[in-house]
């Protein structure tokens, strides 16, 4: 059963930087596109970053707070996505999730990410 699990994520002061891992087992996604999202209690859940499979050439898409300070990267040996955050702000507080999108390449839409995995806390001090 494919299954995505998440890693890396902790308490860090403002400005400071994490790196989060998604293991994905099961399958091989190295077709997939992924994703990462983050969500806080109350909120939807947010688009953050996104890379494309072998179909779509790996290209990345981010969302524009992002831009510049967070890095999507991915290891098909490995079968693993990373998400490189530096500049952390307190405003990146949240749950971060992986996503794998096994259809067309809609980045930004949660609805097109058929596996999900259970997210990782990221909690920035001021």
């Known amino acids: 059963q494919a299954r995505l699990a998440e890693s890396g994520g902790g308490l860090v002061q403002a400005g400071g930087s994490l790196k989060l891992s998604c293991a994905a087992s099961g399958r091989t996604f190295s077709n997939y596109d992924m994703a990462w999202f983050r969500q806080v209690p109350g909120k939807n859940r947010e688009f953050v970053a996104a890379?494309?499979?072998?179909?779509?050439?790996?290209?990345?898409y981010y969302a524009d707070s992002m831009k510049g300070r967070f890095t999507i990267s991915r290891d098909t040996a490995k079968n693993t996505v990373y998400l490189q955050m530096n500049s952390l702000l307190p405003e990146d507080t949240a749950v971060y999730y992986c996503?794998?999108?096994?259809?067309?390449?809609?980045?930004?839409?949660?609805?097109?990410?058929?596996?999900w995995g259970q997210g990782t806390q990221v909690t920035v001090s001021s």
């Open positions: 996503a794998a999108n096994s259809g067309p390449w809609f980045p930004v839409d949660s609805f097109q990410y058929d596996h």
């Open positions: 890379i494309g499979g072998s179909g779509n050439g790996g290209k990345v």
